[in-house]
């Protein structure tokens, strides 16, 4: 499970913004708060929005997460000589030089398949323009008893990395030789087929986004519907979920032909299938977010989702938000963390679930959260609170 965010210098965000997702020690009991599988003192929601006015740093905050993710798994694959994307500075006289970083703190079970807490830090060189960024710092720490220690480390300075024992790497193993500028040590590692390096990667992949580098991006449509076709049980669900919540729809079936598969719906009382670019903007988006909602919940992964009330109803976002609060439709401890707009849907969060954004007088994110305000109670539901400007992050118009 997530912990915490720390973000500086990075797009809008000019000093360090925290994304702490721990609740309060005087939280209330709630099923929406689940115990750290590394910490038992520590609670975490399953389900966490952010909300802001538009242009206000929300979709920034997950885009930092997801960029060193990408830039920890794929980097490797980049060419030798290309620049590292997705890490510009705050746009602003004195920054451009600045280090953009990114810390992330969560749950995983990477050493003696036990839970612990571990912390990636990631720290890009900026050199007075948007290229030539290269790594000023990367690590890889987990506190097995409760203090941080480091089990992979690389300077720029440097000559070589630093591994751990449970890499099982020698100290002048060749792997650990210089690494390139633009690639991580962990996608490197992988690719030698070191065992830990390689849980470590492809348990990164298996976190689930909309957002591709510095763009929210839709799959492309003739892979999802293969991806549904090879994965029989992915298609029943899927139409398990149309017939709740979309009325009339019986199922999805997919046709093969000449150009590719196509996807067809059979609703109650048509006489013919209507295809899927005839559907709702909402069933779309259902049939698009699906399998990255469904594997995060199976697999206990985190599932950013940018925009996420884009076409959905508040009632169907509300079924969403359901089941990642489920112990019987969510037991590995999976979590939702989305931005939205949709206000009504306040009313159905709780302090630990909602954080805001909005934008300094020079222009730069400032990250809160709900369970930070003085004198925010429970009841009543936060959306008049919102709206009232009670918890700030309103859009300032005219």
């Known amino acids: 499970m997530l912990h915490e965010i720390k973000v500086s210098n990075f797009y809008s965000i000019r000093d360090e913004v925290i994304l702490d997702l721990r609740a309060s020690a005087y939280a209330p009991e709630s099923s929406r708060l689940r115990i750290s599988p590394s910490r038992n003192d520590i609670r975490l929601p399953t389900m966490v929005s952010i909300y802001g006015p538009n242009a206000s740093g929300k979709s920034t905050i997950l885009r930092s997460v997801i960029s060193a993710i990408q830039f920890a798994c794929n980097s490797f694959d980049w060419p030798v000589d290309s620049d590292i994307l997705n890490f510009q500075p705050f746009m602003a006289e004195g920054m451009m030089s600045e280090p953009t970083q990114i810390i992330v703190e969560f749950d995983a079970r990477w050493i003696d398949d036990e839970s612990h807490l571990f912390r990636y830090e990631l720290v890009i060189k900026n050199h007075g323009n948007l290229a030539g960024k290269s790594v000023e710092y990367e690590a890889l720490s987990y506190a097995p008893q409760g203090r941080w220690r480091r089990v992979l480390e690389r300077k720029a300075d440097d000559a070589r990395v630093f591994a751990a024992k449970e890499f099982g790497l020698r100290p002048k193993d060749s792997k650990l030789d210089p690494m390139r500028r633009n690639c991580s040590m962990i996608a490197t590692l992988a690719k030698f087929n070191v065992p830990l390096a390689t849980r470590v990667w492809q348990d990164l992949r298996g976190v689930q986004s909309n957002i591709h580098g510095h763009v929210r991006t839709v799959p492309n449509i003739d892979r999802l519907l293969v991806y549904y076709r090879d994965n029989p049980p992915l298609l029943d669900r899927l139409n398990k979920e149309l017939r709740r919540i979309d009325i009339g729809i019986e199922k999805m079936r997919l046709e093969s032909t000449e150009t590719g598969i196509q996807a067809c719906f059979e609703h109650d009382g048509f006489s013919a299938p209507i295809l899927l670019?005839?559907?709702s903007a909402g069933t779309n988006h259902f049939v698009h977010l699906f399998p990255l909602l469904n594997y995060a919940l199976e697999a206990g992964h985190i599932a950013f989702i940018d925009e996420f009330d884009c076409f959905f109803h508040p009632e169907l976002m509300r079924e969403i938000f359901g089941w990642f609060r489920s112990?019987?439709?969510?037991?590995?401890?999976?979590?939702?963390?989305?931005?939205?707009?949709?206000?009504?849907?306040?009313d159905d969060l709780?302090?630990?679930?909602?954080?805001?954004?909005?934008?300094?007088?020079?222009?730069?994110?400032?990250?809160?959260s709900a369970q930070d305000i003085k004198g925010l109670r429970r009841e009543p539901k936060m959306q008049k609170k919102y709206l009232s400007g009670a918890l700030g992050a309103l859009p300032r118009i005219g």
């Open 327 to 346: 112990p019987d439709r969510n037991p590995h401890n999976a979590q939702l963390i989305i931005t939205s707009h949709n206000t009504s849907l306040l």
């Open 277 to 279: 670019h005839e559907e």
């Open 350 to 368: 709780e302090k630990e679930e909602v954080f805001l954004t909005e934008k300094d007088q020079n222009g730069a994110t400032i990250v809160y």
